[in-house]
C-alpha cells in the first residue's frame, strides 16, 4: 500500500511540475507563449500522446509560437518511449533550446536511462550546474535528484571512487529525505568496493523505508562475502519471496539501476 | 486507455502531419512490407490496437527475464572491429497475441543522435540474433491477447555490444 502510495505521489508530482502555468508567459508580457500554451492546455489531454491528433494539436500550439518549448518536449514523448532516438534529439533539443532551465534535467533524466548515454546526461547536469549552481532539480518521472543521477552515471562509466562521493554527499545533505532507492545504490557502491560494514548499514536503512527483494538480495550478497551463511540464506529466501510477490525494483519502460532478476537470486 | 477510446480516436484523425502517412494510427507505427517482412507473419488484431510494449505496465517481458535475453545477445554476437563503429542501433518489432516477432525495423545512430550506417557485420548480426528470440510473453489487454511493440536499443562501442535496453 506504502509503495502505491509513493508511487502515486511520485506520478501526480510529476505532471504537476510538467503543466506549463500559462499565465507566467502573460506576466513576462509574452503573448504569442501564452495563447500558444493555452490552446495546447485546452487541447492537449484529449488525445493519447501516440495519437495523431495529438501532434496535430502540437503542430498547431508550435503555429501559434515556435518558441514554446514545452510543445517541443511533448512532441519528443512519444518518441523517446518508442526508442527513437534520432526524432527525440531533435526535439529536446528544441525544447532546451528555447528553456535550457526547465528541459536540461529532463533531457538529461531520459538520455540515461532510455540510451545509456551517461556521458551526455553528465554534460546535461554540468551545463545545468553552470547556468544555475543552486537550482535543485529531479529527474523528469521524479524518482532521483540530479546529484544522484550524476553518481550513477559516474559509475556506469567506471569512476565508482566519484560515484560513492557525490551519493554520500548527497545524502548527508538529504539525511532525512532520501530518494525511493537513493539508499540501496550508495550500499550496492559500498559493497562493491568491499565496505560491507558500511553496504550493511544502508541496505538495512533501505529496508527501513520499503522493503524489496533486490535490497535483501544485496544484503544476501553481503553475508555471503563475509562468509556469515546464517543470514545470507535467510537474506537469499526472503530477496526470493518477495520477488515472487512483485515487491521488487520495477519500472514499466526500462530497467533500473541495481535491479535485480529471479536468476541472479538463484544463482547467489 | 481503454481499447474502444483508442479505435475511436483513431476514427478521430482526417489528417496527417509529415509524422504520419494515411495508413499509420500512431507514432513510428510499423506498416507491413512484402519486401521486408516475413509473409507469414500476422498481427491477431487491427492494425490501430497494435499497443506499445509498457502500456501493459509490466514492461518488457521475455521468459526467463532481461538475463536470458541478454546472453543470448552476448553469447551469440562477435564484436565487429572496424574504426568508428560506435553509437546506437534501435530494432523494433511486433509481437502478436502468439508471442512470435515480426516486421523488424532498424533505426542508426552516432553518440550525437545523428543518422549512420553501421558496418553490416554488426547490425546483419543483431537482427538475426534479434528474429531468432523466442522468449517473447503474449500480453493481455483487459481480457484479450494483444499485439504489441517492442524494441530492443543497443549501444555499441567501437564494435562492441556495450548496452542492451529496455
Sequence with gaps: ?268 | MDLKLLILLCLFVCCSTSLFSQQTHWVDDILPDSLLDDPTFRICNNEDQVIQYFNSGKGMEYEGDKPALTDIFHKQYKPVTSIGQTGFIRIRFIVNCKGESGRFRMLCSDLNYLPVQFDTKITDQLLAITKSLKGWKPKRWKETEIDYYQYLFFKIEEGNLATILP
Design chain 1, 1 to 268: 500500500m506504502r509503495f502505491v502510495l509513493i508511487s502515486f505521489i511520485c506520478f501526480i508530482s510529476t505532471w504537476l511540475i510538467a503543466q506549463p502555468n500559462c499565465n507566467v508567459y502573460l506576466w513576462n508580457g509574452d503573448t504569442a507563449q501564452y495563447k500558444a500554451c493555452q490552446y495546447l492546455e485546452s487541447n492537449i489531454d484529449k488525445y493519447y500522446q501516440f495519437s495523431k491528433n495529438f501532434h496535430l494539436v502540437i503542430d498547431s500550439a508550435l503555429l501559434i509560437c515556435p518558441r514554446f518549448a514545452y510543445a517541443y518536449r511533448e512532441k519528443a514523448a512519444p518518441f523517446v518511449k518508442s526508442g527513437n532516438f534520432i526524432e527525440w534529439k531533435k526535439n529536446i533539443d528544441l525544447a532546451v533550446t528555447y528553456d535550457s532551465l526547465i528541459y536540461l534535467p529532463v533531457r538529461a533524466s531520459l538520455r540515461y536511462k532510455f540510451f545509456a548515454d551517461y556521458e551526455g546526461a553528465l554534460a546535461d547536469i554540468e551545463m545545468l550546474e553552470r547556468l544555475s549552481p543552486t537550482l535543485v532539480e529531479y529527474t523528469s518521472n521524479g524518482t532521483y535528484h540530479l546529484e544522484v543521477v550524476k553518481a550513477l552515471c559516474y559509475k556506469q562509466t567506471g569512476n565508482s571512487a566519484k560515484a560513492l562521493s557525490i551519493l554520500e554527499k548527497h545524502l548527508l545533505i538529504n539525511k532525512e529525505t532520501p530518494g525511493l532507492y537513493d539508499l540501496l545504490h550508495l550500499a550496492v557502491l559500498y559493497l562493491h568496493t568491499g565496505r560491507y560494514k558500511e553496504a550493511e548499514e544502508f541496505l538495512l536503512l533501505q529496508n527501513k523505508a520499503y522493503e524489496y527483494a533486490d535490497t535483501y538480495f544485496y544484503l544476501a550478497q553481503c553475508y555471503k562475502q563475509q562468509n556469515r551463511m546464517e543470514a545470507y540464506i535467510e537474506c537469499k529466501n526472503k530477496s526470493n519471496h518477495l520477488y515472487k510477490n512483485g515487491q521488487k525494483l520495477t519500472d514499466p519502460y526500462n530497467e533500473l539501476f541495481d535491479q535485480v532478476y529471479l536468476s541472479d537470486i538463484e544463482n547467489l
